[in-house]
T-cell receptor, first 113, second 107 residues
């Protein structure tokens, strides 16, 4: 059974804290993505990575950074959390072929207080 | 214009009815297309891929119209358990997601 695993389902952090969200996939996928999902706005791409140590900005990268040191792991970092980063964060991965489906982690609901 | 557009709904449909919704996309070079289903507070999960010739999976039929640049999803004999948000996804260099169409099936 293929899996994308996010480190936490729920997180509560204080404003200004550094936050790490981890994502691990066991499908040997090349591509990994971080999205945030807010009511009425759908999935918005924060960053994605096509290979180890490679990263590209998505539509809303401000306030975030990422790290991909190993193929199976893609980390999202909030350098200084703010209340407007309260959201559901979803990690996804796909294979190299454009016809492959995306597999998602279960999501992390982050609340910044 | 958004790259992928969906009617957000909600579509309120009686149980047993047929419901259809479309998703339009702007990039004519898009290569692959999918429908995902997302339940409340859960992650999206693949419902079906969309092939050029159209494809069917039980009560669900997906179609692609490249000339008019839209994909469609038809649900026949709708069940209460079909209530969810349906997301269309277009793969053109990267995955582009629609914002989703909310479907509510009523008894």
């Amino acid at each position: 059974d293929v899996k994308v695993t996010q480190s936490s389902r729920y997180l509560v952090k204080r404003t200004g804290e550094k936050v790490f969200l981890e994502c691990v996939q066991d499908m040997d996928h090349e591509n990994m993505f971080w999205y945030r999902q807010d009511p009425g706005l759908g999935l918005r791409l924060i960053y994605f990575s096509y290979d180890v140590k490679m990263k590209e900005k998505g539509d809303i990268p401000e306030g975030y950074s990422v790290s991909r040191e190993k193929k199976e792991r893609f980390s999202l970092i909030l350098e200084s959390a703010s209340t407007n980063q309260t959201s559901m964060y979803l990690c996804a991965s796909t294979g190299a072929s454009p016809n492959t489906e995306a597999f998602f982690g279960q999501g992390t609901r982050l609340t910044v207080v | 214009r958004k790259e992928v557009e969906q009617d957000p709904g909600p579509f309120n449909v009686p149980e047993g009815a047929t419901v259809a919704f479309n998703c339009t996309y702007s990039n004519s070079a898009s290569q692959s297309f999918f429908w995902y289903r997302q339940d409340c507070r859960k992650e999206p999960k693949l419902l079906m891929s969309v092939y050029s010739s159209g494809n069917e999976d039980g009560r669900f039929t997906a179609q692609l119209n490249r000339a008019s640049q839209y994909i469609s999803l038809l649900i026949r004999d709708s069940k209460l358990s079909d209530s969810a948000t349906y997301l269309c996804v277009v793969n053109s260099y990267q995955l582009i997601w629609g914002a989703g169409t909310k479907l509510i099936i009523k008894p």
